[in-house]
């Protein structure tokens, strides 16, 4: 759905013409499991509850906004990504998505490997234990101290993204005395069906070296040739929320194709390959994502068959999911302030939060859905638009949404799956305060990410 634009922002808010959502549900009072963490339910009073403590109790002794996570949730995933690959293939949560030091510590419990793409999340992982030799670098310009700390600290792999790359992790690394494990990241020509700015494999994009032109058969070459560098797979990323998997069997073929090149030409047979992550999950009752057995089956597949048609032995592989792992199991519970009915448009429901902690609906136009959880109530459903309290008419969480009639100030609502890319990417745009990452989990709840307060924000501010 495309709407026009201007400078400042959406047109006048976008007032869109009847018919362009989907109806009310059957049930106000529902909460699908598709979009819900795994242990959220409703208690006997209506309360909507995670790990065994109610929303209201939450909200009492947190605040609100919060970020409620789940980690049995957390954990689930995490196993069920592992045991879908298997002992023979990777599993490299992406850190952006979501990373503290808890969930480091998760992540290390679980097994996976653990994907880093600046230093901040670099001195996160290790901070909290992670094996630096289960850790790789991301990143289209990691800067040379960065390269070294990651190096110094012995990454299991850094994954290189342009012809100036190659050189300078090679020349920090013989001026480290080391020979560094490398990836090479290409851009395959892949369109994924997913929004422009999270698409990553097409050539019109800051990621990666082409394919197409022979960019990447030459950084392959160099890599070859110098001492400092390890050249032990290609990486290939195509976009991100993609719930198609088509795209990957094309991305496979072109990376296979190369590995057949490379092979050819210098008589290596690369070891392992990167597939990337990006799949998709329910933000709404109408997204259908993949469970990860389903994933691991249809990529493995993908690149033995090609690697078969190749003669070539089947590289080891690994994929990156992280959305897919964080993303269903939070949700953001925030408190009513006010309720603005507009006469024939909708009624508009301003939060304590708003694009601050979830940026997504303003950058991505992202869709989420919305419920209240503090009661359930039979009053009929009122078309809805969730905002925030920033001065922005752009500040909204949640564009369409039926929320009940008697809906007031007070009430509490929650925005589920917002683990992904939310608490990551907030900001403190009007001076507010960023939320705290509330972990719940067998009847308990602690803080892992603390709320900022006004003195935080002092702090750094010298005058």
Known sequence: MSRSAHPAGPRHADVLPEGHYSGPPTDLNALDAKVWAQTVSRTEDG????????????????????????ETDFRARARAWRSAFGPDADVFYAGKAFLSRAVVRWLHEEGLNLDVCSGGELATALSAGMPADRIAFHGNNKSPAEIRRAIEAGVGRIVLDSFQEIVRVAHIAQELGKRQRVQIRITVGVEAHTHEFIATAHEDQKFGIPLAGGQAAEAVRRALTLD????????????????????????????????????????????????????????????????????????????????????????????????????????????????????????????DG??????????????????????????????????????ESGDIVVRDAFLPADLAPGDLIAVPATGAYCRSMASNYNHLLKPPVVAVKDGEARVIVRRETEEDLLRLDVG
């Open 47 to 70: 309360v909507v509850s995670v790990g065994g403590i109610d929303v209201k109790a939450l909200a009492e002794e947190f605040g609100t906004p919060a970020y409620i996570l789940d």
């Open 228 to 351: 400092g560098l390890e050249l032990i797979g290609i990486h290939s990323h195509i976009g991100s929320q993609i719930f198609d998997l088509s795209g990957f069997e094309v991305a496979a073929h072109r990376v296979v194709g190369l590995l057949k090149d490379i092979r050819d030409e210098h008589g290596v047979e690369l070891p392992e390959i990167d597939l990337g992550g990006g799949l998709g999950i329910a933000y709404t009752s109408d997204d259908d994502p993949r469970e990860p057995h389903e994933i691991a089956k249809t990529l493995t597949d993908i690149v033995t068959r090609e690697c078969e048609a190749a003669r070539l032995r089947t590289p080891r592989i690994s994929v990156e999911p992280g959305r897919a792992i964080v993303g269903p199991t939070a949700f953001t519970l925030y408190e009513v302030g006010t309720v603005k009915p507009l006469d024939g448009l909708r009624t508009y429901v301003s939060v």
């Open 354 to 391: 708003g694009m601050s902690d979830n940026i997504r609906t303003a950058l991505y136009d992202a869709e989420y859905t919305v419920t209240l959880v503090s009661r359930t109530s039979d009053a009929e459903p009122m078309l809805s638009r969730v905002v925030g309290k920033h001065c």
